[in-house]
């Protein structure tokens, strides 16, 4: 993917974004391939780049006692960062790993901040993926604390229908807050 095809998908998925910034934030971006179960971002690790995914799926995950429990998922066309790394700087939480061969647009976190603070639409950019990441995960406590684990279930498929075909039982379960059997007793009432 060239610099043209990226600040063509980029234009698309973000068609607020003034021609001066997207050319800035081209110029922070690569292109890049990554196999099945690369660590994008590892936990109690800085980190300087966030991703846009262009192919592929990713889950984000906390170790608890040796386990992962997934936290999310990302798809195509989706931001993938953690707020620790875009807020604070700070080493992340969370640990993001790709769970197929992904094509993903990577981009210098430092660089579009830099941007941010001088060019209002690439600060309204920030904003956005910011929000957006807060609304998500406030939906996520909401599914968390309020809803059976059927409810969960629909939700998250509603959501993202892929996760059925590119996500592992183990993980849905996870994600979900349940075991494996009782998304398999979920799947089978369907």
């Given at each position: 993917?060239?610099?043209?095809?990226?600040?063509e998908l980029?234009k698309?998925?973000y068609?607020h974004l003034?021609n001066?910034?997207?050319?800035y934030?081209v110029?922070?971006?690569?292109?890049i391939?990554q196999?099945?179960?690369t660590?994008l971002?590892?936990?109690g690790?800085?980190h300087?780049?966030f991703?846009?995914?262009?192919a592929?799926?990713?889950?984000?995950?906390?170790?608890?006692?040796s386990?992962?429990?997934?936290?999310w998922?990302a798809?195509k066309?989706?931001i993938v960062?953690?707020?620790t790394s875009?807020v604070?700087?700070?080493?992340?939480?969370?640990?993001?790993?790709l769970?197929?061969?992904?094509e993903?647009i990577?981009?210098?976190?430092e660089s579009?901040?830099n941007?941010?603070?001088?060019?209002l639409s690439?600060s309204h950019?920030?904003t956005e993926?910011?929000?957006e990441?807060?609304?998500?995960l406030?939906?996520?406590?909401?599914?968390?604390q309020f809803m059976?684990?059927?409810e969960?279930y629909?939700?998250?498929?509603?959501?993202a229908?892929?996760?059925l075909?590119?996500?592992?039982?183990t993980d849905i379960a996870?994600?979900l807050?349940?075991?494996?059997?009782?998304?398999?007793?979920?799947?089978g009432?369907k």
């Open positions: 993917m060239n610099e043209t095809e990226i600040k980029l698309s998925i068609p003034e001066v910034a997207l050319r934030i110029d922070a971006a690569n292109y391939k196999p099945k179960g660590k971002i590892r936990a690790k800085r300087r780049y991703y846009l995914i262009v592929g799926s990713v889950k984000t995950y906390y170790l608890k006692d386990k992962q429990v997934c936290s998922f798809f066309n989706d960062t953690t707020l875009i604070t700087r700070n080493p992340s939480s969370e640990t993001i790993e769970l197929e061969d992904s993903l990577q981009f210098e976190t579009l901040i941007l941010a603070a001088s060019n690439a950019l920030m993926l910011i929000t990441h807060a609304t998500f406030e939906e996520r406590l909401y599914l968390l059976s684990s059927k969960r629909d939700a998250l498929i509603e959501r229908p892929e996760v075909q590119k996500v592992s039982l996870s994600f807050g349940v075991s494996r059997e009782t998304v398999s007793r979920i799947r009432k």
